[in-house]
């Protein structure tokens, strides 16, 4: 079993836009500048945005958080939104979802910009994923592909089955490996909590990936020996050995399926790491940068 090290890959993209960055400066051109919105007190999110500003500062870009009041108005996120879509300082644009129940996501993600939309939310841009034109991809299924491609991971012919139909993981997913070209071209199925059998497709697949936000639901029963797994989970649950803390754990019983897979992402230091460095290279494409 080999580990998907996305951590490491993670690092030496970040070291690579670093570079990117400093032949910017050299040159006097304008640094990329990400605008990150939090609105609320949700804990992962907070973290989540908090290792996405500190990556634009490892890499040296400009970045800015925006935090908002978790019961602000969708009229005053809509403004704040519209500002940055006109500030031509601005090059991309993340509102950090979850949001609170009473604002949209769907109508506040698609008043960003396309053009800004680093996180290629906006159906414009989902549009063109689609088409297979150039756009930001979402960037978790975008780290995803990086690190098969990294690890140079066979994907034509294969069987690639998606446990989670989200609008941010699965569902762009199931476009972006079914297309003809490296990494692709694999047969999807895209499983949901609606699907029969769900054990017996997992078992067919060569490429698994699981993103359904419930930890070790992959079980060794429901992996084909010499698959290749990928665990996009992020969940905290509650570390009985230091009491009020939490550990992470994925959507895959990583103890009991490592030692029958192929290749296996680590949770953390798999995908998560992964996520970040897409939304690097997104930053630096929306900005007029393309790596
Ligand atoms: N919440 C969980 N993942 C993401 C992401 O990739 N982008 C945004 N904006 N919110 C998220």
Do not use: W
């Not at 009041?69 to 996120?77: D, H, Q, R």
């Not at 990583?254 to 897979?261: E, H, L, S, T």
């Amino acid at each position: 079993m080999q580990l998907l090290d996305g951590r490491a890959l993670s690092g030496q993209l970040q070291q690579k836009l670093a570079r990117v960055t400093e032949t910017l400066k050299q040159q006097d051109k304008p640094l990329p500048h990400l605008v990150a919105i939090l609105v609320g007190n949700d804990a992962a999110s907070h973290t989540y945005v908090r290792s996405k500003i500190k990556a634009c500062e490892r890499v040296g870009i400009r970045s800015t958080l925006i935090r908002l009041e978790e019961n602000v108005s969708e009229f005053s996120l809509t403004d704040t939104i519209s500002r940055l879509n006109a500030d031509p300082s601005v090059h991309g644009i993340l509102l950090q979802l979850p949001l609170p129940p009473h604002l949209p996501a769907d109508v506040l993600t698609h008043h960003i910009a396309p053009e800004k939309d680093v996180d290629g939310f906006h159906f414009i841009n989902a549009g063109k994923m689609l088409k297979g034109l150039p756009c930001p991809l979402p960037a978790t299924p975008y780290g995803i592909l990086l690190l098969l491609e990294h690890y140079r991971i066979e994907t034509s012919g294969k069987h690639c089955v998606i446990v989670g139909r989200s609008d941010i993981v699965g569902r762009p997913l199931s476009v972006l490996l079914s297309r003809n070209h490296y990494p692709g071209n694999c047969t999807v199925t895209l499983c949901h909590s609606k699907s029969e059998n769900l054990s017996d497709h997992c078992r067919s697949a060569d490429l698994l990936i699981a993103a359904i936000g419930k930890p070790n639901f992959i079980q060794a029963s429901m992996v084909k020996p010499g698959a290749t797994v990928i665990d996009v989970g992020i969940n905290r649950i509650a570390d009985s050995s230091h009491p009020g803390s939490f550990r992470l754990v994925g959507d895959v019983d990583f103890n009991a399926v490592a030692p029958i897979c192929s290749h296996i992402t680590p949770v953390p230091g798999g995908v998560g790491p992964m996520t970040i460095a897409a939304l690097l290279l997104n930053t630096f494409y929306v900005a007029g940068y393309p790596q």
